[in-house]
């Protein structure tokens, strides 16, 4: 690339950042010449793009978090370079092959001290469905590729960066509603639902086990219980002491995730039972007075409200 002045090429790769992402600050981190290569494309409402680029600070401060900004969660792998990801108190030290998600509704600061090349893949929240909540609790967490499964992952981040390497305007047709299917899959699959370590504790365990499957009809305690090969017995001994049961706490989050989706305009051609049972409420009979009870609000008064 043709060198250009300082002020003019940070400000030229900020810009194209925030329109592909959401509002950043970027500032270099060494004097001297300031160069970078941004190339993006798209599989349906997922985007996938190549950055390339000197030693820089990225940041989403509270300030430049707005309303009519994308909710996306941003799934980054770091194929050359080093990088240190920061979000929700958590950080983590990136070496390339390592993969990292962090999301465009809180503030993060990203630091590459050297040359970086990644691949960043944006996935809207609105195609992660109820793991969102799980993810968030994995914001700032190195996930490595070069073993196992997540091999395979990191083969396939690998894959689209060489595609972004070269001219594309983008995955079209079945071809980019299957890349997209694929692509949240593999969100889902790797981070989503990755383990946590040993030391955690056991209860936050379960809970994260529950938010990354409430679409799920049948997840119960018992299917809690047999997913973490202990008694039912036991988990309600486990959450005694906290505020509700197990049971009632999973009835609670798929009543807020219904109440969302029912105050959301971009669902209102859905009905009541369609939105609950995307959220494993198959039988919606009773639904609008368990609302009522929950929020002051049935399902028509929370779209009415709405509107």
């Known amino acids: 690339m043709a060198s250009v002045s300082l002020d003019e090429e940070i400000e030229s790769f900020e810009a194209s950042a925030s329109t592909v992402f959401a509002p950043l600050r970027i ?13 993006a494309t798209s599989a349906g409402d997922v985007a996938v793009t190549r950055i390339k680029c000197a030693p820089c600070q990225v ?19 770091l194929t050359a370079g080093r990088g240190e990801v920061e979000q929700d108190g958590r950080r983590c030290v990136l070496t390339p092959g390592d993969l990292v998600n962090y999301d465009t509704d809180r503030p993060y600061q990203l630091n590459f001290p050297d040359p970086y090349d990644i691949t ?3 996935v809207p929240k609105s195609l992660l469905g109820g793991h969102v909540d799980t993810l968030a609790t994995r914001s700032a967490v190195a996930v490595p590729t070069s073993r196992g499964v997540q091999r395979v992952v990191g083969g396939f981040f690998r894959t689209m960066t060489d595609v972004l390497g070269e001219d594309t305007a983008g995955f ?5 509603r299957h890349l997209t ?3 949240v899959s593999m969100v889902i699959s790797e981070l989503a639902e990755l383990r946590p370590e040993p030391g955690e504790d056991f209860a936050d365990r379960v809970l994260a086990h529950c938010l990354a499957r409430l679409a799920e009809p049948g997840l119960t305690v018992e299917s809690v219980a047999r997913a973490h090969h202990v008694s039912v017995r036991y988990l309600h001994k486990l959450f005694a002491g906290r505020s509700m049961t197990l049971s009632a706490w999973i009835r609670r989050q798929r009543l807020e995730r219904i109440r969302r989706d029912l105050a959301d305009p971009a669902l209102a051609d859905r009905t009541a039972a369609a939105i609950a049972a995307r959220w494993g409420v198959l039988d919606a009979t009773h639904l609008s007075r368990a609302l009522k009870a929950e929020f002051g ?3 028509a008064e929370i779209r009415r409200a709405t509107r």
């Open 27 to 39: 500032r270099p981190l060494r004097p001297g010449p300031f160069r970078s290569s941004l190339r």
């Open 59 to 77: 940041r989403r401060t509270p300030r430049l978090i707005g309303s009519g900004d994308r909710e996306l969660v941003k799934v980054t792998m």
């Open 120 to 122: 960043v893949v944006a």
């Open 172 to 176: 079209s047709g079945d071809a980019g």
């Open 181 to 183: 299917d694929a692509l």
């Open 297 to 299: 609000l049935t399902a």
